[in-house]
């Protein structure tokens, strides 16, 4: 062989550059299956779920022959997107131009993997900037603080791009293993992750679901994270009257961080199902999904059995219904106001009895004009237009982008879902032996009627905690 052709062999081996993945179920707990399977197919196996009996296959070559009886089913690892800032892809040829003239395109650069502090003891006074949050007041959120125990008792884990979870107005609201003891190096719970004390970085693989988020320009060129998962945090459990900023629906709720959308907003399937798996058996109560991708024809099944796995185990699943698409081919958004039902984003539109699919308002009780909306599989509308929230560095942002003239504010159905998840967990909070399924039918049973979700969604109402005792 010609020694270039030999190391351009070598290079594309050693890079994976030609290696498709694929997720393999089988239908039998038997090693030897497995192993026959693995044997006879070749090329590299993780396992990504026990419990689902799947793994995940990166192979140069899938063989025709490599299905046999004992594999329900081989389908492609999809890539899973976090549902872009619409008011980021409207304004972003305007804000690239901005910044290019006004060389400002670096945005605060944090160091990724902090070491994890402890809760910390904080002042008591009124969060500042509360009032500015306009959603927690349409919601009777704000009141709902005085009737119910805010959350306490509820774990809800954050499937996200991971949080800041040394943020002044999170640090005391994130969910702590108290099985696992710091910085040992041994898994002292046995749940097969190390050091795990907030939750796990299933993305880079390690201990620290940290939030890093990309710099300005970098988020406007490629569509990368800023701070996604600070910001969905803060909506469901910054802490109240600490002093400081603004506070969550359920302050006294925990946050599991699972971070498995990296800085570039990219995820995969298998990464998703394993932070479902990991909030499943960890004990989380309500997880929180502000993200998905187009529906397939046939490659959603490992989700899917996923959300059933958890549906399962009585933990609810709240979903954003979906900020339009984008075009792949040109990155620009389109297609906005979408119906669900018929053209499908998943997994908003799985629909499973633990599902709650979430469209987004704005502060006039409209439909944003960028929500997807679905009869059947979303079940109300929540706030998701210009939120204001905790952003990583003990910041906060009800607007991603302010140029002056130029401005991006922080909307997306990715906000409205999370108010959807601390609303639950304060109604679940009020009686924690109540089942999953009677907090969700009570969640929407409440809903104030809406005439702009109104034949748009399955209760034709949005979030409201007035009736909450
Ligand atoms: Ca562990
Ligand atoms: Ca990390
Ligand atoms: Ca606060």
């Not at 805010?150 to 809800?156: A, D, S």
């Not at 190096?185 to 993305?203: A, E, P, R, S, T």
């Not at 109300?380 to 607007?399: E, F, M, N």
């Amino acid at each position: 062989m010609n020694i270039w052709i030999k190391s351009i062999f070598a290079i594309c081996i050693s890079t994976n550059l030609f290696a498709q993945e694929y997720l393999v179920r089988f239908n039998s707990d038997k090693e030897e299956v497995k192993k026959s399977f693995f044997s006879r197919n070749g090329g590299k196996f993780d396992l990504v779920s026990k419990e689902g009996n799947l793994y995940k296959w990166t192979t140069l070559a899938r063989a025709e022959n490599s299905w046999d009886s004992n594999v329900s089913y081989i389908s492609k690892n999809k890539k899973i997107r976090l549902f872009q800032n619409p008011s980021i892809i409207k304004n972003r040829a305007a804000i690239i131009k901005a910044l290019e003239n006004s060389r400002e395109s670096k945005g605060p650069a944090y160091p990724d993997n902090p070491e994890i502090k402890t809760p910390s003891l904080q002042a008591n006074g009124t969060d500042p900037l509360l009032k500015s949050a306009w959603g927690m007041f349409s919601t009777d959120a704000v009141s709902a603080h005085n009737k119910a125990p805010q959350g306490k008792g509820i774990v809800v884990a954050v499937t996200d791009t991971g949080v800041d979870y040394n943020h002044v107005d999170l640090i005391n609201s994130m969910w702590r293993n108290k099985s696992e003891i710091a910085n040992n190096g041994i898994d002292d719970d046995k749940n097969g992750y190390v050091d795990d004390l907030l939750g796990w970085d299933f993305h880079a693989n390690d201990s620290k679901p940290y939030d890093l988020s990309m710099d300005l320009m970098d988020i406007l060129l490629s569509g990368g994270n800023p701070g996604h998962g600070t910001h969905v945090s803060g909506v469901i459990a910054a802490s109240l009257n600490n002093g400081v900023g603004t506070a969550g629906v359920a302050p006294q709720a925990k946050i599991m961080a699972l971070r498995f959308i990296g800085e570039k907003g990219e995820g995969t399937t298998d990464n998703a199902i394993k932070a479902i798996d990991y909030a499943v058996a960890n004990g989380a109560h309500i997880i929180n999904a502000s993200w998905g991708g187009e529906a397939g024809e046939e490659d959603d099944e490992p989700l899917k059995e996923a959300i059933k796995r958890a549906e399962a185990k009585g933990v609810v699943f709240v979903v954003a219904a979906g900020n339009g698409r984008l075009d792949q081919s040109t990155g620009k958004a389109h297609g906005f106001d979408i119906d669900n039902d018929s053209k499908p984003i998943v997994p908003a539109v799985y629909n499973f009895s633990n599902m709650i699919g979430v469209a987004a308002i704005d502060s006039s009780n409209q439909l944003a004009e960028f929500s997807n909306w679905g009869k059947n599989s979303i079940k109300l509308g929540a706030p998701g237009v210009k939120i204001l929230s905790t952003v990583p560095g003990d910041r906060y942002q009800d607007t991603v982008v302010d140029l002056g003239s130029i401005k991006a504010t922080w909307d997306g159905t990715s906000m409205a879902a999370p108010f959807v998840a601390g609303a639950l967990a304060v109604i679940w909070s009020q009686d924690l032996t109540q089942s999953a399924q009677t907090a969700k039918e009570k969640l929407l049973s409440i809903v104030a009627a809406t005439d702009a979700v109104s034949g748009k969604v399955a209760t034709d109402g949005r979030l409201d905690l007035h009736a909450v005792k």
